[in-house]
């Protein structure tokens, strides 16, 4: 008994095509998402190190200037290599 009309080679290529565009579509979209993830998860890393540089100021009772100054005065040059 069938079971209604086949579909000609041109209609099954068509519809692969088709199924092969919006799976395209699908990964381009995970990937902008994972691609968007990954930039906050950076911005929430530096965060993270933010807060723990503020809290050793915070602990050692110092400003941003005087760690600055600090770090400015035991920079290694070149030559001491």
């Not at 990937?31 to 929430?44: A, G, N, P, V, Y």
């Not at 807060?51 to 001491?80: C, G, H, Q, R, W």
């Amino acid at each position: 008994m069938p079971r209604g009309v086949r579909k000609s080679q041109i209609e099954k290529l068509k519809e692969e095509f088709q199924n092969t565009q919006d799976a395209i579509e699908q990964y381009k979209a995970a990937i902008k998402t994972q691609e968007d993830k990954l930039k906050q998860l950076k911005i929430d890393i530096q965060t993270e190190e933010m807060k723990e540089v503020s809290a050793i100021l915070e602990e050692k009772n110092m400003t941003v200037a005087e760690l600055k100054e600090f770090l400015n005065a035991t920079e290694v040059s070149p030559s001491d290599e």
